[in-house]
């Protein structure tokens, strides 16, 4: 250590024995690389206890994001689902801070389960008392153990299992497979996206991926539904990847797509697209229009303008090469992608949803919620019961928040 307190390596002096709180999440990380997933429970519990803590609840976001199920496993303390909008459990998952809430003679703490920023679900955990080093602790054994699961969820089925309360489709299945993380938070940008019906889903899809300052964003719509719109949803997101990893120019993205699903499908088939760049540092936003409705800007918590642009035909249609539209955006701003579904779904015998509705729903959802994460899992099941609880089409919403700033701050230790 120097005179001032920076940590030097290699100095003689510098503490690097085993304290305790290592030694806890040591065991974990020790131990992590060869555990089958089924005795992640029994070592949560075991190390939860060390710290004086009991009934241990590790608890996952189901796929309609509207509750917390409980993951069975042995050591864990396993109840009924808990509401994500009106329960303890929810709200730390919603807020990503931990919640603590006395009960007689105790305290029953609530800590978000974070892979990344992507938010996992939630753990719940007794204790007699709690200070600050119990909660640096459990803070940091819940960041491992929502890691945990993220890893060993794709090998196993346990956790897609305890995730869905209710059947779904062959087609709903392959889509979730295809999809990246729900959500994605850095200093300079965040995203959240949610899929209706999420057990029955089959042609909506969305994409993204963070290279350096570079965000590429993808929303599609496959014709139809079914498993042939899974199929093709799923062609179109590998066409789109391939030309993303191989740093395609967004005006060629198009074509290069366009042959994937002539080639497989026919030419009567056809997938509507949007894709986007966004540059997080300086806010450049460009995209090119396929056939899909026209993201909306939102500013100040309200919806002030449609990101009109000229639009080419379908990908699969053979359509000239598409015009790269562009907006320069302003800290803190906000682009809403959905797919058609969303306003073209009506009640039997009933108008469609359209525009308009979806815009005096979004800035209602606006006025009482900032996270972008709650934003979307809210103006979705809001618009959901305006269908009257169901909806015959597929339904996506892909919101992105732009904030500017650098995370250089995160690769310094002090």
Same mark, same amino acid.
């Given at each position: ?25 040591? *065991? ?8 089958? !997933?089924? %005795? ?6 075991? /190390? @939860? #206890? ?119 489709? *062959? ?8 999809? !990246?993380? %729900? ?6 940008? /965040? @995203? #959240? ?222």
């Amino acid at each position: 250590m120097t005179d001032d307190g920076r940590w030097q390596p290699g100095r003689i002096g510098v503490d690097r024995s085993e304290g305790f709180g290592e030694r806890l999440l040591g *065991v974990l990380l020790d131990r992590a690389h060869e555990m089958p !997933p089924d %005795l992640i429970a029994p070592l949560v519990a075991e /190390e @939860v #206890a060390r710290v004086g803590g009991r009934e241990v609840s590790i608890l996952l976001q189901d796929y309609e994001q509207e509750l917390l199920v409980p993951l069975p496993g042995r050591g864990l303390k396993v109840g009924g689902p808990e509401s994500v909008e009106d329960s303890p459990a929810g709200e730390a998952f919603l807020t990503l801070r931990t919640v603590e809430v006395p009960q007689e003679g105790n305290v029953r703490m609530y800590l978000p389960l974070l892979d990344g920023s992507d938010q996992i679900g939630a753990m719940a955990v007794t204790l007699d008392r709690v200070d600050d080093d119990d909660r640096r602790l459990l803070r940091r054994l819940a960041g491992l153990v929502a890691d945990m699961i993220v890893t060993k969820d794709s090998y196993t089925d346990r956790f897609f299992q305890a995730r869905r309360s209710a059947p779904m489709s *062959v087609a709903a299945e392959i889509q979730w497979q295809l999809l !990246p993380p %729900l959500s994605m938070t850095v200093p300079q940008v /965040e @995203v #959240a996206g949610i899929l209706e019906p999420a057990y029955d889903v089959a042609g909506d899809s969305f994409d993204y991926a963070l290279n350096g300052d570079i965000l590429h964003v993808a929303m599609l719509d496959a014709m139809g539904h079914g498993l042939d719109a899974a199929t093709m949803a799923t062609v179109a997101v590998g066409a789109y990847r391939h030309t993303r990893r191989s740093h395609t120019d967004l005006s060629q993205v198009y074509a290069f797509m366009d042959r994937a699903i002539n080639e497989q499908f026919g030419h009567d088939h056809f997938v509507t697209a949007q894709m986007m760049v966004l540059n997080i540092a300086t806010g450049r936003l460009q995209w090119v229009n396929a056939g899909h409705p026209a993201p909306f800007l939102i500013r100040d918590r309200a919806v002030v303008d449609r990101l009109e642009s000229p639009t080419t035909l379908p990908v699969g249609f053979g359509g000239e090469e598409p015009v790269v539209s562009e907006r320069m955006l302003r800290p803190g701003d906000r682009v809403l992608c959905f797919t058609d579904g969303l306003i073209e779904e009506h009640q039997a015998g009933g108008e469609t949803f359209g525009e308009a509705q979806l815009i005096e729903w979004t800035n209602r959802i606006l006025r009482e919620r900032t996270e972008v994460r709650a934003v979307v899992r809210a103006l979705s099941h809001a618009l959901k019961h305006q269908r009257g609880g169901t909806t015959t089409d597929d339904a996506t919403i892909f919101l992105v928040e732009w904030r500017g700033g650098d995370a250089d701050h995160l690769a310094a230790l002090d």
